[in-house]
């Protein structure tokens, strides 16, 4: 079996999601394994020791013309090296750690005319079709076929007599493509600036830990946060949303909102070339990250995701989300049309209280887990202790996971990157315990202890 794995370098390095999808590829029996990568000419040298695990070559695209790309002109890029090695099978992390869109491995699929499987926990067979476990459950596809697997694996090392092999070097010329579809022309989204977040502040009342429980009870018969959608003064007279649940998402820019049933994206796709509407909004859920990036492959139209905010002047659709690893907010325009973007909302849960921990707590996350049961309270994880395969992925709160809104969150050990509190400012009240006095979760919370979770031991378990 042919097998291509996309990997992205990430400061250097491979993206840990790229890691196990190497790793995948390497435990398929005598399979004929190409890493594929796209950077800039140093990249070479990220790509030569990984040939040390024993893959057949290395590829590299590198060229001036491929600088700046985003989803759709990477994923023209890359297909076109793809369809000249000729593989069975292409294999992709989920996601890369610096973007979190997770939109290149299906929309990479739709413009190759593979067979897609996402979020991939397993595979399971892989001789007349592949299948694999999935985090919505079992999933199988013809071959040619593209997968995007979760963190699912180690990546293993070399064996001390490895050695090394030349990169293959190819350029714009070598794989016959449009320049004007590549890099920053071929990208149909824009970022047109980005800033810190301060949206979802609150003031942090400091307290003691002896008076933690008290507060809680307090707030406990308190409601969520009811957060207003800012309204544009001028609004589009109409815009699609694929579900339902965006329709108020949809009203905030729209006059009016037409709801698109959820159905295979091609479908979606002709009925947008019928009726040409100017935006639409997909769910940021696992649907909506497979099936949104296809679409616009087929209408060859820019995304944006895991949007927090929306705006528009009446013409063009102005996208808000994190960047940059959580740290600043993106503002985000597309040149093409339909403008499209998926959009967070929170998750439609009666969690009264939702216990978190983060990578400060990731030796004490078995005391989180009792505290939470002490309290009748949900468990939920910060990306940072997913991650560290401290907790499950179905735990994790912020941008790459999911919103919450209970009446109270606490926050144990978290550091409160833009990635994170996104996600929980619809939380009645935050409450926030961090070692450090100056983490920026405080600027978040409505009530804050500075100590360690060790320390607070004696309140979590009595």
Sequence with gaps: MRIVVCVKPVKGEINPFDECALECALQVENAEITVLSMGVPSTANMLKALTRLGISRAVLLTDNAFAGAHTLATSYTLSLAIKKLTPDLVICGRQSIDGDT???????????????????LKINDITDKIKCTTRIGEEEATFPALICVEKINTLRFPSVRA???????????????????CGAKGSP????KTYECNTGQ?????????????????????????????????KFDEIWAVGEELKEAALSVAKSVRIIEKQPPHIIAQLAKEHRPKAILWTADFWGRKNAPMVAAILQTGLCADCTNLETDGEKLYMYRPAYGGSLIAKI???TY????????????????????????????????????????????????VDMGIAP??????????????????????????????????????????????????????????????????????
């Design 338 to 385: 339909p403008q499209m973007a998926t959009v967070r909302i929170a998750e439609s849960n009666q969690d009264e209280i939702i216990v978190a921990g983060g990578k400060g707590a990731k030796d004490d996350f078995g005391l989180v887990k009792v505290f939470a049961k002490k309290l009748g309270a949900s468990v939920g994880a910060s990306r940072g202790l």
């Design 163 to 181: 050695k090394t092999k030349e990169v293959v070097i190819w350029n714009a010329q070598d794989i016959d493509a449009d320049v004007s579809k």
């Design 189 to 192: 989204t824009k970022v047109l």
């Design 102 to 120: 997770a939109q290149t491995g299906p929309c990479l699929a739709q413009t190759l005319g593979f067979s897609v499987i996402t979020n991939v």
């Design 333 to 335: 325009e597309c040149r």
């Design 202 to 234: 609150r003031k942090c009342k400091f307290i003691k830990p002896d008076e933690l429980i008290s507060v809680i009870e307090k707030e406990r018969n308190k409601t969520r946060t009811e957060i207003e959608l800012t309204q544009s003064d001028v």
């Design 393 to 462: 992925y179905d735990m994790q709160i912020g941008l790459s996971g999911k919103s919450v809104s209970p009446i109270i969150y606490i926050a144990c050990g978290i550091s409160g990157s833009v990635q994170h509190t996104c996600a929980v400012e619809k939380a009645g009240t935050i409450i926030a315990i961090n070692s450090d006095k100056n983490a920026r979760i405080f600027e978040y919370a409505d009530y804050g202890v500075v100590g360690e979770i060790e320390e607070l031991k004696y309140l979590f378990t009595n």
